[in-house]
Structure formats: C-alpha cells, structure tokens
C-alpha cells in the first residue's frame, strides 16, 4: 500500500468519525420535566367556572381586541355576558377555540388558545353557562 492509499483511508476514517459525532451531537436536547410532567399544583382547575372570574377575563384576554361592541370584527361580540350566551349556546364559541371543524379558528391567525382554557370554556357551557 503506497502512502496516498493510506492517507486517503485516514480521510475516510476521519470523515466518517466526524460525521458520526456530528449526528450524535445533533440528536441531543434537553427535556424540562415540569413541562413533560406538569404538577398537580398547575393542573387545569375547572372546579366551580363562573363568568365574572373566569370567562370574562379569559375572553377579554383572547376575543375582545377583534369581538368587543367597539370592534365587532365579523358582526361577532363577546364582550358582556349576553353576547357571549348566544355564541356559548350555538357552539360557535367552543368551536371556534378549539378549532373545530365546521367553525372559524379562533384568534384567527393565531394559535389555539391553552388547553386548560379551552376546558375552563367547555366545562362553563356543560355547566349551563352561569352567570355568577
């Protein structure tokens, strides 16, 4: 074997070492446990939902820069307990945030509000929507 026989199998050993390590490398992340196993201290309460706490604020939060009387954006208001009974009650407004199929995805152009809210919205409705 001449000297370029074996320098060329050093390049390829060396090439195929690096290319190694680079994909090792590539392939490490680090996991937060907290995010992978949320605490029972941060679960999503849905105990007791009425609107004065809860979905008001969460609407005025997510709904009302684009649904308040002020906007009205697609002739829809949220803003004030009534308004938001009639969307409640036809399933446009869970169906909405949760991106259901058949409704407009809510915030449009945006990304599903949290699940736990979306539950804190659902567990209001299946409540009777209390106004409390």
Request: proline share 4%; with cysteine.
């Amino acid at each position: 074997m001449d000297k370029r026989g074996s320098a060329e199998q050093l390049m390829k050993r060396n090439c195929a070492g690096l290319i190694l390590v680079a994909a090792l490398a590539s392939g490490c992340y680090y996991d937060v446990e907290e995010e992978l196993y949320p605490s029972s201290a941060t679960a999503c309460d849905t105990a007791g939902v009425n609107w004065t706490i809860d979905i008001e604020p969460l609407l005025s939060a997510n709904c009302f820069s684009c649904h308040s009387a002020g906007t009205a954006s697609g002739n829809v208001i949220l803003e004030g307990y009534q308004n938001a009974l009639v969307y409640a009650n036809d399933g446009r407004l869970l169906g909405s945030v949760s991106h259901e199929p058949g409704y407009s995805a809510m915030p449009l152009g945006g990304n599903k509000i949290s699940h736990c809210h979306i539950e804190v919205i659902r567990t209001w409705i299946l409540n009777g929507t209390p106004e409390n």
